[in-house]
């Protein structure tokens, strides 16, 4: 089955930049879509189609996709960007996610 | 504003079947651009896709839960549902309602907890 990895854990200062990777299988010509979850919170999408950010979501959000691998950056990191983050793709009509990354700001 | 709101039992017991409805407000569920989502997540851990319906009635499962899994949409009440049969202890779980499209699934529910135990 199509699998997508990303790191179970990323630390970042506050203030400084945080990047979390998904990888895996081949999304080399797949959209990647990325959503945040804070505690006890449903998700929400944060980048769309490797690098679109939703209406209401900070400038601080970026996604980029090279090859094999796509990135979430997350700059002048904030408290309140604690999270769980996961990637999204499609792969013959079912929806597969990444096992998520916590990101826990120092 | 699109809402999703799930509803549904809290509790099933083993090998019953489970059904929850999601009804969405603010939206039709006929807009011919979107489809409706069910995405559940056991305590502790990430998010799993099980399907997703178009208003049409057309659906694509999960192949881990295809032989147990039916979803419907009933356009009247712009609503849709999931049912899960032979429920076990591992379908424990938070269920989520989500809008699906090109964008991705930019609105969700906020989610139900089900708990399978006798």
């Known amino acids: 089955s199509f699998e997508l990895t990303q790191p179970l854990s990323v630390s970042v200062a506050l203030g400084q930049t945080a990047t979390i990777t998904c990888g895996g299988g081949?999304?080399?010509?797949?959209?990647v879509n990325w959503y945040q979850q804070r505690p006890g919170q449903a998700p929400i999408l944060v980048i769309y189609?490797?690098?679109s950010r939703p209406s209401g979501i900070p400038e601080r959000f970026s996604g980029s996709h090279s090859g094999t691998t796509a990135t979430l950056t997350i700059t002048k990191a904030q408290a309140g960007d604690e999270a769980d983050y996961y990637c999204?793709?499609?792969?013959?009509?079912?929806?597969?996610f990444g096992g998520g990354t916590t990101l826990t700001v120092l | 504003q699109v809402q999703l709101q799930e509803s549904g039992p809290g509790l099933v017991k083993p090998s019953q079947t489970l059904s929850l409805t999601c009804t969405v407000s603010?939206?039709?569920?006929?807009?011919?651009?979107?489809?409706w989502t069910w995405i559940r997540q056991p305590a502790g851990k990430g998010l799993e896709w099980i399907g997703r319906?178009?208003?049409?009635?057309?659906?694509n499962y999960d192949p881990s839960l295809k032989s147990r899994v039916t979803m419907s949409v009933d356009t009247s009440k712009n609503q849709f549902s999931l049912k899960l049969s032979s429920m076990t202890a591992s379908d424990t779980a938070v269920y989520y309602c989500?809008?699906?499209?090109?964008?991705?699934?930019?609105?969700w529910g906020q989610g139900t907890l089900v708990t399978v135990s006798s």
């Open positions: 189609r490797d690098t």
């Open positions: 999204q793709v499609w792969d013959n009509n079912s929806g597969v």
């Open positions: 603010g939206d039709s569920i006929s807009t011919f651009s979107y489809y």
């Open positions: 319906i178009y208003s049409g009635g057309s659906t």
């Open positions: 081949n999304i080399k010509n797949k959209n």
């Open positions: 989500a809008r699906g499209g090109g964008r991705g699934f930019d609105q």
